[in-house]
């Protein structure tokens, strides 16, 4: 008997799709597998896809909604799919993201124990898979920590949190602020107070932002575990690399690659970084030839991403070219 179905219940998950494909399968079996008192609803919101993802869902027992692939937004969309659920704790996940075990659900709605914790986000593994270069930032992130942290400025005090929020340097704001809608969850009276912007990207990190400033608090739960990344494709990298530092220019003044100069020390870094990495994995001839080779691009437009996604902020005011330039890096992101 699968855990979820599509009528309301205490909790919720919402999993907004486009062509998942066989992983997508795979994360409705382990969702069907979830061990959760009550069971869940699970609502997927479809955008469109061609390859037979909402008719899988609903065979599966999910609430499916279809909307134009035009109009798919990540904070909208994410919107959408909460506003349509019954669930006072509705959890978030993408279509690749896949529960590790039984219990993944029932560790991410145990944070809300805490009548505090406004949203909560799990903890990801890359796929056994995964390309080196990106399952090393990945191990990086905020998510990939096996520590679990609740955070806040000011609990129920937004004009103190603004206080210790304006106090911290960009680094920190920023690190303070990490939330990842990959695999998450929000209280329901918390995300109407402060729903998700309608953003194209990074909606995850600005929710709470403003969740904070608002005197909320948010938990991070390593015990709700998702396996979760992507085959590294340069293009893919740059823009997303791009669009993170677009975000956090505006969202925490964070300009970690301010000049040229900086990007081409940042670059020289980087290839000294990745070829110690790679030394030590034990790749073989062809296989660490291959990712030498390919680190050396890839550590140059990481760090010119993250200049050129930061300038965007005011190149895009003054110049009819940055623009057009800005418009073609973010779409589809």
């Not at 979830?34 to 609903?58: I, N, R």
């Not at 909460?82 to 993408?94: H, N, P, Q, Y």
């Not at 949203?119 to 390309?131: E, H, I, T, V």
Request: hydrophobic content about 45%.
């Amino acid at each position: 008997m699968s855990a979820f179905g599509k009528d309301p219940r205490r909790v919720a998950l919402v999993v907004p799709t486009w062509n998942g494909g066989p992983r997508f399968l795979e994360v409705l079996d382990a969702l069907a597998r979830q061990d959760l008192a009550d069971g869940f609803q699970l609502v997927v919101v479809d955008s469109g896809s061609t390859d037979g993802t909402p008719q899988a869902a609903e065979r599966a027992g999910a609430l499916v909604h279809r909307i134009p692939n035009t109009a798919f937004n990540h904070g909208a969309t994410r919107n959408l799919g909460i506003s349509i659920t019954g669930g006072e704790i509705v959890a978030l996940l993408t279509q690749d993201a896949l529960p590790m075990d039984a219990n993944y659900l029932a560790s991410l709605v145990a944070a809300y124990d805490d009548p505090a914790v406004d949203g909560a986000y799990a903890r990801q593994f890359p796929r056994s898979d995964c390309d080196p270069l990106l399952a090393e930032r990945l191990r990086q992130w905020s998510a990939a920590r096996d520590t679990p942290e609740t955070k806040s400025f000011a609990p129920g005090d937004p004009a103190g949190a603004q206080r210790a929020f304006d106090a911290l340097p960009p680094l920190e704001r920023y690190l303070a602020c990490a939330f990842d809608n990959v695999a998450s969850s929000v209280r329901r009276s918390s995300w109407e107070r402060v729903p998700f912007p309608a953003a194209s990207f990074g909606e995850d990190v600005a929710w709470a932002r403003a969740t904070l400033l608002a005197g909320g608090t948010l938990a991070f739960v390593p015990d709700a575990r998702v396996e979760h990344s992507h085959r590294i494709s340069m293009r893919r990298e740059f823009q997303r690399i791009y669009c993170d530092h677009r975000n956090l220019i505006e969202l925490f003044g964070l300009h970690n690659v301010p000049t040229w100069k900086n990007v081409f020390e940042g670059w020289a870094h980087q290839r000294r970084f990745y070829r110690e990495l790679l030394a030590g994995l034990g790749l073989g001839p062809l296989r660490g030839t291959f990712w030498r080779a390919y680190s050396v691009p890839y550590a140059f437009l990481e760090t010119a991403a993250q200049f050129l996604g930061a300038r965007s902020h005011w190149k895009t005011k003054e110049s009819a070219f940055w623009a057009a330039a800005d418009r073609k890096i973010r779409a589809g992101v």
